[in-house]
């Protein structure tokens, strides 16, 4: 569930539910399990542009800012790339769950994803940087 547009305290709340849920796990689910992907990543958050460039932003879960490199990226929302199999698209934004941080991109074929930011992003402003 994308937690975005919830109020801090909510987000606070179900950011404690969930770790209370995981804490009660005797041992880890299979992968064919339906709360299998809610035990390992919590919820979607959706950074705006605008939280990304404020270095006062206060990520309500974690009680801290986001990372500087995130911070640096912003620049780079709506710069076409190229991400998964040399897949074309544009960054559209950045995301994250509890456990990992996110590139939403939206690919040429109109469809958007959320990529993890251990995988490299290349952009075509700048072919030769990437994330690697």
Request: aromatic share 14%.
């Amino acid at each position: 569930m994308n937690v975005s547009d919830l109020p801090s305290e909510e987000r606070i709340r179900l950011y404690k539910e969930w770790q209370e849920y995981n804490d009660s796990l005797e041992e880890s689910l299979d992968f064919d399990d339906p709360n299998f992907t809610y035990s390992v990543f919590g919820h979607d958050m959706y950074f705006t542009k605008e939280q990304l460039e404020d270095p006062n932003y206060i990520v309500p879960e974690f009680g801290m800012g986001l990372p500087d490199w995130m911070r640096e990226l912003s620049s780079k929302i709506g710069k076409r790339c190229k991400a998964h199999k040399d897949k074309v698209g544009t960054l559209i934004g950045m995301a994250s769950s509890y456990e990992d941080y996110y590139y939403r991109i939206r690919y040429d074929d109109g469809k958007t994803t959320l990529m993890s930011c251990v995988a490299p992003i290349k952009f075509f402003d700048d072919e030769e940087k990437t994330t690697e």
